[in-house]
């Protein structure tokens, strides 16, 4: 597994948070795991309650962990909350063409939680997503929202494209995934 640090947007600071990290790998067998770790005063965090698991729209509009993944037929979106909500889109290309993907098992999420450390493992089996993606090289956008108490909100993300935030910009599908899952 390979740890890449996300980074706030400039323009939205979160002074809450000391770290953030994503750890990645994709399996032989299709499985692309990720677990984000943010290290901070958690308890300053506006952290949604369990739920659930179920796909749910909007869930970028509170604190969100997300993943881009690009191939030649468009890029998939994938949402987990903390609430263990999840969603998954495909986009035919940048941000045109959205449709909610059903065909794919819902993403095995879970959570570890304390007053410094907050945790959320992802399990995503890519499998049956499309012919395209089994053995190809993939480009990987990783990002997240987070919500304070006071409910402003943070967009953090491996590497920021200029202007404002924008998970879904070309810019951002800065690392390499191939068909062996290595990056």
């Given at each position: 597994m390979q740890t890449i640090p996300l980074n706030s947007h400039p323009s939205t600071p979160c002074e809450l948070i000391r770290r953030f990290t994503?750890?990645?790998?994709?399996?032989?067998?299709?499985?692309?795991?990720?677990?984000?770790?943010?290290?901070?005063?958690?308890?300053?965090?506006?952290?949604?309650?369990?739920?659930?698991?179920?796909?749910?729209?909007?869930?970028?509009?509170?604190?969100?962990?997300e993943a881009f993944l690009m191939?030649?037929?468009?890029y998939y979106e994938f949402n987990f909350a903390p609430s263990s909500e999840w969603a998954v889109y495909h986009f035919e290309s940048y941000r045109d063409g959205m449709s909610v993907v059903r065909q794919a098992p819902p993403p095995k999420i879970s959570l570890t939680l304390d007053a410094y450390r907050l945790g959320l493992n992802a399990m995503i089996d890519l499998n049956g997503l499309?012919?395209?993606?089994?053995?190809?090289?993939?480009s990987l956008a990783l990002s997240a929202v987070i919500e304070e108490q006071d409910g402003r909100l943070s967009y953090w993300a491996f590497k920021h494209p200029p202007g404002q935030p924008d998970f879904h910009h070309p810019d951002g599908f800065a690392l390499r995934l191939d068909s062996a899952g290595n990056n």
């Open positions: 994503v750890r990645v790998q994709k399996t032989s067998d299709g499985v692309l795991a990720l677990e984000y770790t943010v290290e901070g005063d958690v308890a300053g965090l506006h952290i949604p309650r369990p739920r659930v698991a179920r796909r749910t729209d909007g869930l970028w509009r509170h604190t969100c962990f191939h030649r037929e468009g499309s012919t395209e993606i089994e053995n190809a090289t993939l």
